[in-house]
């Protein structure tokens, strides 16, 4: 192997941390070798701390190198990882027609405002005090037991390459793992994971690990791994109930159930947009790039991440499922909106991000009232405004060859193939419009 080099792009500091520690280690020749390669922290830190280096929730986050030669990492102590091929990673798909289920928020609490959960703990909170942690169990009283980081036990598993039938055998000795949230019933113990966005996947070993913690302090109940999401995009809670089916595969997770809620749900109506819509003021194009950010529930989740904290790039694509290249992408979309401002750290040079005053005060309004407000920061730029008037006078978004008609017909300062990459996230915000209206 004469070349790690991953990419001619810029590299993230862990991209360059592991290309060094693939070189030095000669990792990729012992994983040809013998299918997967133990390295421990300190071998790690001799080039950036362990923790920032081996903590990978989605696919997209992992380094450059392990996506390349289809790799990811595990831990299998306190101080020791493994590398190997394997299939690591859940694929989560959300359903397109299940109902969220409409839940009423209990009189006399004021301490959780559920129009504003900015933490997974407060998501959390909120979704066990309004009684849905109690529905997924079919009303069964649950209580809320433990939560936070716990050593893992002494277990062995079977994990499959991602390329082939291929199985390795693991053992884990007294590894670390956190738990979002445990609640127990008389029946059944609940292992939640949380995120506070909308995922594309997740790391089984966040439920896998707790899962064989609990399985074996508590045997006599059921043991249910669930991952929740909550986007204040959406205003949804989604639970991804999952079984492991051979306690001994990692791979044996199964989708059992999913189930959405809201909270005292509240409907945006097409009187609603086109009421902002005949107020609409032109501004003029910002000091920032046209938006290249397809989905736009995405900013609304990023803006999420830096409310009350400042966060440099490198850590957005850490904490969100970003890889280095979208994080640029969003951040400049969000910046387009006049929603977040970026400065460079004068003492690391790293760039950081933060809320604009705009952008902070937007994201504490009510949902509906949030909602509409981050509609129309977007409609007072000309060609959204034109391709929603389209939208409005013909009853459906304009194709792609039309929207770069409009394009070229406004005062954007942008060439034609700009235009025609830029193109697509013009007509998938206009349809994040329409799909948030109801259809009642």
């Given amino acids: 192997m004469s070349d790690l080099s991953t990419s001619q792009k810029q590299q993230s500091k862990n991209d360059i941390a592991w290309e060094k520690l693939f070189k030095k280690y000669h990792i990729l020749e012992n994983i040809y070798k013998i299918g997967f390669f133990e390295i421990d922290s300190a071998s790690i830190n001799e080039f950036r701390e362990s923790r920032l280096m081996a903590k990978f929730d989605h696919y997209a986050n992992l380094p450059e190198i392990f996506k390349v030669y289809k790799l990811s990492i595990l831990s299998i102590s306190r101080n020791k990882y493994i590398i190997g091929k394997f299939d690591s990673y859940l694929n989560v798909t959300y359903s397109e027609t299940l109902e969220a289920i409409p839940v009423e928020f209990p009189k006399g609490i004021e301490s959780i405002d559920y129009t504003n959960l900015y933490s997974e703990s407060s998501a959390l909170s909120c979704a066990f005090n309004t009684g849905i942690i109690n529905n997924l169990i079919d009303g069964e009283e649950s209580y809320h037991t433990v939560y936070g980081r716990m050593s893992t036990g002494t277990f062995k598993f079977n994990i499959n390459k991602v390329i082939d039938d291929t199985q390795y055998n693991i053992e884990v000795n007294n590894a670390q793992c956190e738990i979002d949230a445990g609640f127990e019933s008389e029946q059944y113990f609940l292992l939640l994971e949380a995120k506070l966005y909308d995922v594309d996947d997740f790391l089984i070993r966040q439920l896998y690990y707790p899962y064989r913690l609990w399985t074996s302090k508590i045997p006599s109940k059921e043991v249910i791994p669930i991952l929740m999401t909550y986007s204040n995009s959406s205003n949804i809670f989604s639970f991804f109930i999952y079984k492991f089916d051979d306690i001994l595969n990692y791979n044996s997770i199964r989708l059992v159930e999913q189930r959405n809620y809201v909270i005292a749900p509240e409907t945006i109506t097409h009187e609603d947009v086109s009421q902002i819509f005949k107020s609409i003021t032109i501004v003029a194009e910002p000091n920032a790039p046209f938006p290249q950010a397809n989905k736009f529930e995405r900013i609304i989740d990023l803006l999420t991440l830096l409310l009350d904290k400042e966060l440099t790039k490198e850590e957005i694509t850490a904490n969100y499922q970003f890889d280095e290249r979208q994080t640029s992408y969003y951040t400049d979309a969000a910046r387009y909106l006049g929603l977040m401002d970026k400065y460079v750290d004068p003492n690391t040079r790293e760039i950081i991000f933060r809320l604009s005053d705009e952008g902070s005060h937007l994201l504490k309004k009510r949902y509906k009232i949030k909602i509409l407000s ?44 700009t235009i025609k990459r830029r193109s697509s996230t013009v007509r998938r915000w206009i349809g994040w419009i329409v799909n948030m209206l109801s259809d009642e």
């Fill in 374 to 417: 981050l509609i129309e920061k977007f409609l007072q730029h000309q060609v959204f405004y034109k391709t929603f008037e389209f939208t409005l006078s013909n009853g459906l978004i304009p194709d792609i060859s039309e929207i770069r008609q409009i394009m070229q017909c406004c005062s954007l300062n942008i060439n034609i193939t």
